[in-house]
């Protein structure tokens, strides 16, 4: 093994490779005897494309919805689940129009609802079928006149273009509609402003009458405080539903009968339609997904317990069950990317599992020892308090780092606030870890995973917490010769990316930063955001305008003057979430300060890049950044290497 300073390690995870052959899968569907999956391609500028294959393996997957076609939403802005099938008939929502769209008997697409008079005005969400066939329920969003309307309707399937009849309103969302069994009842989920579907939501039923219409809504649960998602409809028709009432999602039984009080969460946070972490088989079986300290299990629920399965995954999402039981799932763990699955649980004398691979995200063709084990590591923080993360030290199968010398490190911070770091092999950890960087993946105060109570740590202090337990890590790494602390770098996107600013503003641990299309305004976002998030910092940070001061004191934007370390920001120009005026902003006001600062804008990326050049040219670019700032040479092909400019170049200075 030779050595070779840390972050100029020849790597076969090369920017390409990110990208190359991988797709995005979610929103698994069981239906006649067929998988159905979603498939989000870079390589295809990041179409969602639908995808089938028999459940019997009889034949390999084949695309159901065609070129020029992508199956995604825009309702809340992050979407989510947005197409049913019943048996021949498929209806989904196509991303150019927003419109609901009808295949039947395989035959080319045709719109199911009319064209509204400005294109994407009117959209749909987490659609069902109702049992007789005729109709489609649905979340429909209209935007008219500078308003947004969320309400439930009903859209027929024997009148393409007629207007959707309304089930359900007055409510500021909706979210899963689902029919019972034998189509006498419906369900669904709705929230006010200012809460988040995460914090206090309530479930409803309501008697299906003729044509459709609904009797008297009965509120089953939730409230303020509690947060109801996920629900479900037993065989024999007993109505399930998970609700974090105890301080952990778990799942119940109409009324309020708890199926297996645990302290773990069998839930996370509904920024998009269609999470599923639990279902029945058809004998009535309960099949689950939790969370553990060190990463999911899988397995049945039963007599008051939830029994878990041995596996090779750690991680679970869109669960569907089938007859076995067999599981339908994206699956992962630290060795293995994500994976739609088939899992049998086939019981014995030792609980086994036999593994049916349908589709892969991607191939991983590198040597196992390239690849980084993440450790869960807890670490003392501000107030006391203790956070989380997983620690990813670098590996290289080929080289190692100088002798006495400790790798730096960067810091990830993860989106939503609300979402969580995972532990599932990610090529884009191993990017940063095969080239000589120590990572750490922090969930700071407010995470998801760990119960209500620490999401809760971060009521009113977003922009404190999160930026004091990055700070901390990077102290607690360093302090055990684990990273070199003077070498630390920090990363994030979205809500990331606002800590990633804000930590640069009001800490000098961090010798730079990327921001991915990050908040830098408050104000801004608090003003200029949609109707999803409009109230969201009342709660991170306080209501808006009664706190302007506070919106002030913590954003990054007017406290320029105290950001001394490189930054290199990244927006994507149709982004409604963040638009591009906070990057843009943050970017001048650096330039005339002095900084060293990099801004990387790109045509027709929204919140969340998809297209498989940009993300290619971003990945390039930070690690082009990161060199300039730390004085090496990255190895990279030349192909990919980009025409990196940075303003204020001049003033980087590598640390002593």
């Not at 009319?114 to 294109?119: D, F, K, S």
């Not at 007993?238 to 009968?257: E, M």
């Not at 892969?360 to 923080?381: G, K, L, M, Y």
Request: hydrophobic letters at 40%; proline letters at 9%.
């Amino acid at each position: 093994m030779t050595q070779a300073p840390y972050g100029t390690w020849p790597s076969p995870v090369t920017p390409a490779l990110l990208v190359t052959a991988a797709v995005g899968l979610s929103n698994v569907t069981l239906d006649a005897g067929r998988v159905y999956w979603a498939e989000s391609r870079p390589s295809e500028a990041g179409r969602l494309v639908l995808v089938a294959a028999p459940v019997d393996g009889g034949s390999e997957p084949a695309d159901v919805t065609p070129a020029g076609f992508s199956v995604r939403t825009r309702v809340h802005e992050y979407g989510g689940r947005c197409y049913c099938v019943d048996g021949a008939t498929i209806v989904f929502s196509n991303w150019a129009d927003q419109r609901l769209w009808v295949i039947r008997d395989g035959a080319d697409p045709v719109p199911l609802t009319a064209a509204p008079q400005e294109a994407g005005a009117v959209r749909f969400a987490d659609p069902v079928f109702s049992p007789d066939g005729r109709w489609v329920v649905c979340v429909r969003e209209t935007h008219e006149a500078g308003a947004v309307v969320n309400d439930l309707v009903a859209v027929p399937l024997e009148t393409p273009g007629a207007a959707p009849a309304r089930l359900a309103g007055g409510h500021d969302f909706f979210a899963a509609p689902r029919f019972s069994p034998d189509g006498s009842r419906l369900c669904w989920v709705t929230w006010e402003l200012p809460e988040m579907p995460w914090e206090s939501t309530r479930l409803w039923c309501a008697e299906v009458e003729a044509d459709l219409a609904l009797g008297p809504a009965r509120h089953v649960a939730g409230g303020p405080g509690e947060s109801v998602t996920q629900p479900r409809w037993s065989p024999d028709g007993v109505l399930h539903y998970v609700s974090d009432r105890t301080g952990w999602w778990n799942i119940y039984a109409d009324p309020d009968r708890p199926v297996c009080p645990m302290a773990a969460e069998f839930g996370e946070p509904d920024w998009a339609f269609g999470n599923s972490a639990y279902g029945f088989a058809p004998d009535g079986e309960l099949v689950a997904v939790w969370g553990a300290r060190t990463g999911q299990q899988l397995g049945v629920v039963r007599d008051g317990r939830a029994e878990p399965w041995p596996s090779a995954f750690s991680s679970y999402s869109s669960v569907q069950v089938a007859a076995g039981p067999a599981v339908y799932a994206i699956a992962a763990s630290p060795a293995l990317p994500p994976a739609l699955v088939r899992i049998d649980l086939v019981s014995g004398t030792v609980p086994t599992e036999t593994v049916q691979t349908i589709r892969r995200s991607r191939d991983v063709p590198i040597d196992a020892a390239h690849i980084s084990r993440p450790e869960a590591i807890d670490f003392p923080t501000g107030d006391g308090q203790t956070a989380h993360a997983l620690f990813y030290p670098p590996a290289n199968a080929t080289v190692s780092g100088p002798p006495g010398e400790r790798p730096p490190v960067v810091v990830i911070i993860h989106g939503g606030p609300t979402s969580s770091a995972s532990a599932v092999l990610n090529l884009s950890v191993q990017y940063w870890t095969n080239r000589g960087f120590a990572v750490a993946d922090v969930d700071y105060r407010g995470s998801s995973g760990y119960g209500r109570s620490y999401r809760q740590l971060l009521a009113g202090q977003w922009g404190i917490a999160d930026v004091e337990d990055c700070a901390a890590v990077v102290r607690w790494l360093d302090e055990r010769g684990l990273v070199d602390g003077r070498r630390a770098v920090i990363r994030g996107g979205s809500a990331g990316g606002f800590t990633t600013l804000a930590a640069l503003a009001f800490t000098d641990v961090f010798s730079a930063g990327a921001s991915h299309y990050g908040v830098a305004d408050l104000e801004l976002l608090a003003r200029d955001t949609h109707k999803f998030e409009s109230r969201y910092l009342d709660g991170l940070v306080g209501p808006w305008p009664a706190t302007a001061s506070e919106y002030q004191r913590r954003s990054p934007i007017h406290h320029v003057d105290q950001i001394k370390s490189p930054l290199i920001l990244f927006q994507g120009l149709d982004d409604q979430v963040v638009p591009p005026a906070q990057s843009e902003l943050m970017y001048r006001a650096l330039h005339e300060q002095g900084v060293p600062v990099a801004y990387l804008s790109f045509t027709g990326e929204q919140h969340g890049f998809r297209k498989a050049e940009t993300l290619i040219t971003v990945m390039t670019a930070e690690l082009e950044f990161y060199g300039r700032v730390f004085g090496f040479t990255p190895a990279l092909p030349a192909a990919e290497q980009v025409e990196l400019s940075i303003a204020n170049e001049a003033k980087l200075t590598a640390p002593a």
